[in-house]
């Protein structure tokens, strides 16, 4: 009843996504996979239309963390781990939730406050060391650290996620969610704990930017009675473009109880990724092994323990309303049933229209940080707080660049193609023709709220008038661009 239950709100979602005005009308049906293939009394996440997302989206990021400590930690003799506020606590646990939410999984884990005192102590004794993060760290002789305190801390940290050099718990959660550096991408433990279908309890400790989320307790995550059949990041369905940065690895996770078993391995399984827009697709895996980008199937025991992961090269910028479809093959159960899974994901802008009656309007003040390239002086870094950026040398031909523009909301969609190109760099990747002069400029942007201009210089014509984004500005293939000045303001 409960499987039927939920297969009947799915197919309510998508009737309500299919009407909603001014969006991409896609098949995004969060099934994925042939439901005959599933188990019965196994769950799929749910499909969210972007009026709810946007809704809960407006909830979640009008809240504030507050300050973090009800009781001060102690780093020094007398050791004290702390306390931390009822309303930095439930910060950063309506970040897990809102994550949850989005990937159509239940968004009601609650705080275990036995668990937050814990990973208080884990938080404290990774401050107290101040030597990175680590889940297995050795007792810190000579400081008069007691016992009991560090096994405390033990426990916790060998049992949580945890991140550093954050300000509250809603970036580490976001963080823990990204998880695509080149130490967690092999197998996204910090994201499939978050997204782990089983989860009903976490606990946070916070010291000095140190950050310990507890996510399971001796092998064991949660008693939750509904059995989920996989998760997906991002997931089937509607994708606010501002919680999937332009470097984040795809991750489709199998719970093999739901199928008898799951095999596939990088050399039997295919993921093909298509975008919609262009018809660009990107292959991985399979026997040659050869991908276009990253590939891996890690079978560890985070969250789903069968998890393929992949993120496409040369991917560009995803724009407002931008449609990828995936299909992966080579996956099957124990009795040697083809398990095929095929959806589809929609990003969207978040910055328009939160409510009906909503005015978006952001700050004029942001950061914005550069770096860019000449064949005399290689790179140079420079960056800029009112909204405004300029760099190049007059007289020296710019040859690459990133741009990075960052606000109090998070990285602001800004996009760049060069010398006529269909290619486009998102934020923070490096703009470039293969190291050739760069001679036209087009700046784009999702960005809605903001008002982005941009012009060029070279030193035989001057600056060319401000451009909005969308615009293509070029002074020809005789005059390459020396200087480029960028203004990112609120509406």
């Not at 995936?326 to 899974?341: E, F, H, L, M, S």
Request: net charge neutral; hydrophobic share 40%; aromatic share 10%.
């Amino acid at each position: 009843m409960k499987s039927l239950f939920r297969l009947l709100s799915v197919i309510i979602s998508l009737i309500i996504l299919s009407l909603i005005s001014g969006e991409i009308k896609a098949d995004t049906s969060s099934s994925a996979i042939d439901r005959k293939l599933i188990a019965e009394g196994y769950l799929i996440p749910a499909a969210h239309s972007r009026q709810k997302i946007l809704a809960e989206l407006k909830i979640f990021e009008s809240a504030k963390p507050g300050a973090p400590y009800l009781v001060e930690p102690v780093l020094k003799r007398p050791y004290r781990a702390g306390e931390l506020s009822s309303q930095f606590l439930n910060h950063g646990l309506a970040a897990v939730n809102f994550h949850r939410f989005l990937s159509g999984l239940p968004a009601d884990v609650k705080l275990d406050n036995d668990w937050s005192s814990l990973a208080q102590y884990g938080a404290a004794l990774l401050a107290i060391m101040n030597k990175g993060l680590s889940h297995t760290p050795e007792y810190p002789d000579g400081i008069g650290l007691p016992r009991d305190f560090y096994n405390r801390g033990y426990t916790a940290v060998s049992t949580s996620n945890l991140h550093s050099s954050q300000n509250d718990l809603a970036q580490a959660v976001k963080g823990f969610v990204h998880d695509s550096d080149s130490s967690n991408i092999d197998r996204l433990g910090h994201r499939r704990w978050v997204l782990a279908p089983d989860i009903t309890s976490t606990g946070f400790g916070f010291v000095n930017g140190y950050v310990a989320m507890k996510v399971f307790d001796h092998g064991v995550s949660s008693k939750r009675s509904e059995k989920f059949a996989f998760s997906a990041w991002p997931p089937a369905g509607e994708m606010p473009i501002s919680y999937f940065p332009g470097n984040t690895a795809w991750s489709f996770s199998l719970n093999p109880e739901a199928f008898g078993g799951i095999k596939g391995d990088t050399q039997t399984v295919t993921v093909i990724l298509t975008r919609i827009r262009d018809g660009k697709t990107w292959k991985f895996g399979g026997p040659s092994a050869e991908s276009d980008g990253y590939f891996n199937v890690n079978n560890e025991s985070f969250g789903l323990p069968y998890c393929i992961i992949f993120r496409p090269d040369n991917m560009g910028m995803v724009m407002d309303n931008d449609v990828f479809e995936v299909k992966i093959n080579g996956i099957t159960n124990r009795k040697g049933d083809a398990v095929p899974v095929a959806y589809k994901t929609v990003f969207f802008n978040s910055g328009v229209n939160i409510t009906s009656n909503a005015v978006s309007k952001k700050p004029s003040v942001l950061t914005i940080e550069s770096s860019f390239s000449t064949a005399k002086f290689g790179k140079r870094n420079v960056s800029a707080e009112k909204g405004q950026l300029t760099f190049g040398y007059t007289g020296l031909y710019i040859r690459g660049f990133s741009v990075t523009a960052d606000s109090p909301e998070g990285i602001i969609p800004v996009g760049f193609s060069v010398n006529k190109s269909e290619k486009i760099f998102g934020p923070g990747e490096w703009v470039s023709d293969g190291g050739k002069e760069i001679t036209s400029l087009k700046v784009l942007s999702s960005a809605g709220g903001y008002n982005i201009k941009f012009t060029i210089f070279c030193k035989d014509k001057g600056w060319s008038p401000w451009a909005d984004a969308g615009d293509e500005l070029s002074f020809g293939v005789s005059n390459p661009i020396e200087s480029v000045s960028i203004m990112i303001s609120g509406d």
